[in-house]
C-alpha cells in the first residue's frame, strides 16, 4: 500500500513552459486535492475532486487545470509557468471531504 | 466567518521539556479538528484527530490535544520533546459545511 505517491519531486522550469505534476493514490480515496505550500502562507488549496470526473476549484486555481478520470489519478497541470508558481505542491487524499487528508510526499517547482 | 488559528510562529523548547502548541477555532457548530506534523522536505503525517466525544485525544507519537469549547480551542501538548519532533506543526478544522481550514503552522524547533 504506497498511499498517495507524487511525481516528480523536484522540477524546474522556464516560464511559459507548461508541465503535469502527477499524484495517485491506493486507497480507493473518492475525494483528492492539491496544495500549494508557500513560506509563512500555510497551505492554500489549488482545486479539488469529490470523485472521478468530478473537479472544482479551491481558493488559488488560477494558471492551473485538472482533471479526474480515475479514481486513483488526479494530475495537475501548469499551462504556462510563471515564477509566482515556484513553491511546493502537495496532493492529498480522504475518504470524504472535511475528514482527515493522506498527503503525498510533494513536489519541489521551481520556475525561472 | 470561520477560521483557524496558530498565534505562535515560531516555538523553541529544550529537549525533555513539555510543549504546548496553540490552536483556536472559530465555527459555529463543534467542528472536526486536526493536528498534522510536516517533518523538513516532507508531506504532512496526521497526528489526531477530534470529531467528537471525549475531549481529550491521543494521537501518534506521543501527542495529545484537548478540546475547550469555552476557549475555541484544540492545543497540542507533549510532556517531553524529543529532538526528533522538530517540525512544522499544523492545525486545521472543518465546519458544516466540510470546507477545510488550515492554520498557518507553527514551527517548532528543539534544543538539545
Known amino acids: 500500500n504506497a498511499g498517495v505517491t507524487q511525481t516528480p519531486k523536484f522540477q524546474v522550469l522556464k516560464t511559459g513552459q507548461s508541465m503535469t505534476l502527477q499524484c495517485a493514490q491506493d486507497m480507493n480515496h473518492e475525494y483528492m486535492s492539491w496544495y500549494r505550500q508557500d513560506p509563512g502562507m500555510g497551505l492554500r488549496l489549488i482545486h479539488y475532486?469529490?470523485?472521478?470526473?468530478?473537479?472544482d476549484q479551491g481558493e488559488v486555481p488560477n494558471g492551473y487545470n485538472v482533471s479526474r478520470s480515475t479514481t486513483e489519478d488526479f494530475p495537475l497541470r501548469l499551462l504556462s509557468a510563471a515564477p509566482s508558481q515556484t513553491s511546493v505542491y502537495f496532493c492529498?487524499?480522504?475518504?470524504?471531504?472535511?475528514?482527515?487528508?493522506?498527503f503525498g510526499p510533494g513536489t519541489r517547482l521551481t520556475v525561472t | 466567518a470561520q477560521s483557524v488559528t496558530q498565534p505562535d510562529i515560531h516555538i523553541t523548547v529544550s529537549e525533555g521539556a513539555s510543549l504546548e502548541l496553540r490552536c483556536n477555532y472559530s465555527?459555529?457548530?463543534?467542528?472536526?479538528l486536526f493536528w498534522y506534523v510536516q517533518s523538513p522536505g516532507q508531506g504532512l503525517q496526521l497526528l489526531l484527530k477530534y470529531f467528537s466525544g471525549d475531549t481529550l485525544v491521543q494521537g501518534i507519537k506521543g501527542f495529545e490535544a484537548e478540546f475547550k469549547r469555552s476557549q475555541s480551542s484544540f492545543n497540542l501538548r507533549k510532556p517531553s520533546v524529543h529532538w526528533s519532533d522538530a517540525a512544522e506543526y499544523f492545525c486545521?478544522?472543518?465546519?458544516?459545511?466540510?470546507?477545510?481550514?488550515w492554520g498557518l503552522g507553527t514551527s517548532l524547533a528543539v534544543n538539545p
Open positions: 465555527y459555529g457548530a463543534t467542528p472536526y
Open positions: 486545521s478544522g472543518a465546519g458544516n459545511n466540510r470546507k477545510l481550514i
Open positions: 492529498a487524499s480522504s475518504t470524504q471531504t472535511g475528514v482527515e487528508q493522506y
Open positions: 475532486s469529490v470523485g472521478a470526473g468530478i473537479t
